[in-house]
């Protein structure tokens, strides 16, 4: 079945700075997802991007499907930005059961 | 808003316990997923429903087992429970795979069985 692999595992901030986040898959999707985990454990879909750039106010996310990677840009990070950033992809069948990577743990520093 | 409703946010369970977690989506929507959730491995898929009384094997179906009798329900059953099954179980709802096919998730079912 399709990998799905998330860099860096963790990664800490000073509040206002810029990070991007990389997710690689094994092979051809036509969906993927970005998911963000608050600490109280709840998940929130961000992104909804198979292939091409999509921004959504300090966040945005660009899919190169034909290169099998996607990334994830935060900027002027937030302390409310902390937590934990999935990415996922279509598993073998076509109703959008999802394979997660592992994450990646932020956290921003005041 | 979408809202998917887990009936409970903890649970204490005994070793060999039937165990019932249930899910609620108020979105009309005919996909339904059970994931569990454990330290350093991701959100693993045990099974998922794209309609009413159709049921899939995800990655780790082993020792569960679901049911969904109507479109907005969609429970998870663990016949005898073990300590294996402490996790985090997670429910998701969304339309059909295609355009724009989020999933939302509920809050999370925190299982602990002794």
């Known amino acids: 079945g399709i990998q799905v692999e998330q860099s860096p595992p963790d990664l800490i901030l000073q509040e206002g700075a810029n990070s991007t986040l990389r997710c690689n898959f094994s092979?051809?999707?036509?969906?993927l997802q970005w998911f963000h985990q608050n600490p109280w454990g709840q998940l929130i879909n961000l992104f909804y991007i198979p292939s091409g750039t999509k921004q959504n106010g300090r966040l945005s996310a660009t899919t190169v499907a034909t290169e099998r990677y996607s990334l994830l840009y935060i900027s002027s990070s937030q302390t409310t930005d902390s937590g934990v950033y999935f990415c996922?992809?279509?598993?073998?069948?076509?109703?959008?059961?999802?394979?997660f990577g592992a994450g990646t743990r932020l956290t921003v520093k005041p | 808003d979408v809202k998917v409703t887990q009936s409970s946010r903890y649970l204490v369970k005994r070793t060999g316990e039937k165990v019932f977690l249930e899910c609620v989506q108020d979105m009309d929507h005919e996909n339904m997923f059970w994931y569990r959730q454990d330290p350093g491995l991701g959100l693993r898929l045990i099974y998922f429903?794209?309609?009413?009384?159709?049921?899939e094997k995800g990655d780790i179906p082993e020792g569960y087992s679901v049911s969904r009798e109507k479109k907005e329900r969609f429970s998870l059953i663990l016949e005898s429970a073990s300590t294996n099954q402490t996790s985090m179980y997670l429910c998701a709802s969304s339309p059909p795979s295609g355009n724009n096919s989020p999933l939302h998730f509920g809050n999370g079912t925190r299982l602990t069985v002794t």
């Open positions: 429903s794209y309609d009413v009384k159709m049921k």
């Open positions: 092979d051809s999707v036509n969906n």
């Open positions: 996922a992809v279509e598993r073998d069948y076509n109703n959008n059961d999802m394979r």
